[in-house]
């Protein structure tokens, strides 16, 4: 069997090295660990990975980020995403959008990690196994989810609809009411939600620094 290399990118020291431990003592070989995705781009500058083992949720450059760094930049590497976040809209977006190979929750990583890696190395895809424990988005992937599929324009709208109306919105966009109603159906339709309530709700939950 060819020497699979991997770069692990885990802000948690703990849970990096457990990573670590587990592919080696599999066989598999660790080249790096990395605390964020900054790390993680500069280490790529130098070094060489054929699988790179990704948490989402880092400091200073997360790790859909990276991803879409990759995505700009035309750089093919093959992803395994391992996080606490687990959706099915957000595996979705991961799939779809950034092109990545494989998605481990980390409530059952040590059971699976061996084998996605080697999946993803061979270029296969592998999406966890096992059930999902919850199927609630953090506020941290409603943002990233809304910053991924809503454009400028869209997101400027989103801003306004929880002080003011429709017709309001039509004033201050100088658009017709017809449009901003078709803006926020539109919205709803990417986002996966029926109604300008559970908007609002999504707004609620996530960092106002986002708008």
């Known amino acids: 069997m ?33 605390r964020n995705g900054v790390e993680l781009i500069e ?33 093919n590497y093959k992803i395994l995403v391992v996080s606490a976040h687990h959706s099915s809209s957000f595996v979705k977006t991961c799939k779809e959008e950034f092109n990545i190979l494989g998605f481990l ?21 592998y999406f966890s196994q096992m059930p999902e424990l919850e199927n609630k988005e953090s506020s941290f992937i409603k943002q990233k989810m809304l910053q991924v599929n809503l454009s400028d324009e869209e997101k400027e709208f989103l801003a306004l609809l929880p ?29 996966g939600v029926n109604s300008n309530i559970e908007l609002g709700k999504i707004i609620a939950d996530i960092d106002k620094s986002y708008f």
Request: a negative charge; one cysteine or more.
């Open 2 to 34: 060819k020497e699979i290399k991997v770069v692990i990118a885990e802000d948690h020291e703990v849970l990096a090295n457990a990573y670590k431990s587990h592919l080696e003592i599999d066989g598999l070989t660790v080249s790096g660990i990395v």
């Open 43 to 75: 280490w790529l500058k130098f070094n060489e990975a054929d699988v790179i083992v990704l948490d989402i949720q880092m400091p200073k450059m997360d790790g859909i980020d990276v991803a879409k760094y990759f995505v700009k930049h035309k750089m």
């Open 105 to 125: 929750t980390k409530t059952y990583c040590d059971l699976e990690l061996t084998e996605a890696v080697t999946q993803v190395y061979e270029g296969n895809t």
């Open 163 to 191: 002080e003011y109306t429709y017709n309001e919105i039509k004033e201050l966009k100088k658009v017709s009411y017809s449009t901003v109603k078709n803006t926020f159906i539109r919205i709803r339709n990417k986002i």
